[in-house]
T-cell receptor, first 113, second 116 residues
Framework: QQQVKQSPQSLIVQKGGISIINCAYE??????FPWYQQFPGKGPALLIA?????SEKKEGRFTISFNKSAKQFSLHIMDSQPGDSATYFC????????????FGTGTRLQVTL | EAGVAQSPRYKIIEKRQSVAFWCNPI?????LYWYQQILGQGPKLLIQ????????DSQLPKDRFSAERLKGVDSTLKIQPAKLEDSAVYLC??????????????FGPGTRLTVL
């Protein structure tokens, strides 16, 4: 199974709040889990990525939490800002192969003032 | 460093017509990808090139879609004849070292296709 399931479909968070987006995968061969951010009219851009040898990775206000046994990973955006309003996609790939990315269905985040 | 370039940005055609999209990857990137992004969904890989060879085209509808990457640089994706369900954004991406390192793919702005 190559599917990556993402939730929620949409999310509204107040400025300064925490945004949490969840993803689950089935293929245990996946070993690279990136999050992409996409603004309207633009292509996706890599935000942060993690490999399964660590349970958490933090870059600024963005943190990935990874649970290998549950086959789940999540994106946490701390101190959410209106500029974070975008669509977020989780993805997964097998780094040892042709690096094809399998994307989740996306989460539209809106950060209100 | 210039990003991935795509053209046109928008295209509206009638069903059964043909259409072509062009992509210029980041200079030096050996791997080029074409994705289809239907509204409200994540990108889906159509075809992946390593230099000018095809690595994966398992999800490319080969009866109507074709792609080439001459000289291992620019690429074109063609649809002939187009169907209503082909309405989507077609994204081109490139990466430097597939299967190694960061695995980061850099995406272009996409071409929004509307089939009427």
């Amino acid at each position: 199974q190559q599917q990556v399931k993402q939730s929620p479909q949409s999310l509204i968070v107040q400025k300064g709040g925490i945004s949490i987006i969840n993803c689950a995968y089935e293929n245990t061969a996946f070993d690279y889990f990136p999050w992409y951010q996409q603004f309207p009219g633009k292509g996706p851009a890599l935000l942060i990525a993690i490999r399964p040898d660590v349970s958490e990775k933090k870059e600024g206000r963005f943190t990935i939490s990874f649970n290998k046994s549950a086959k789940q990973f999540s994106l946490h955006i701390m101190d959410s800002q209106p500029g974070d309003s975008a669509t977020y996609f989780c993805a997964a790939s097998i780094a040892g192969t042709a690096s094809k990315l399998t994307f989740g269905t996306g989460t539209r985040l809106q950060v209100t003032l | 460093e210039a990003g991935v370039a795509q053209s046109p940005r928008y295209k509206i055609i009638e069903k059964r017509q043909s259409v072509a999209f062009w992509c210029n990857p980041i200079s030096g990137h050996a791997t080029l990808y074409w994705y289809q992004q239907i509204l409200g969904q994540g990108p889906k890989l159509l075809i992946q090139f390593q230099n000018n060879g095809v690595v994966d085209d398992s999800q490319l509808p080969k009866d109507r879609f074709s792609a080439e990457r001459l000289k291992g640089v620019d690429s074109t994706l063609k649809i002939q004849p187009a169907k209503l369900e082909d309405s989507a954004v077609y994204l081109c991406a490139s990466s430097n070292r597939p299967g190694q390192g960061s695995n980061e793919q850099f995406f272009g702005p996409g071409t929004r296709l509307t089939v009427l």
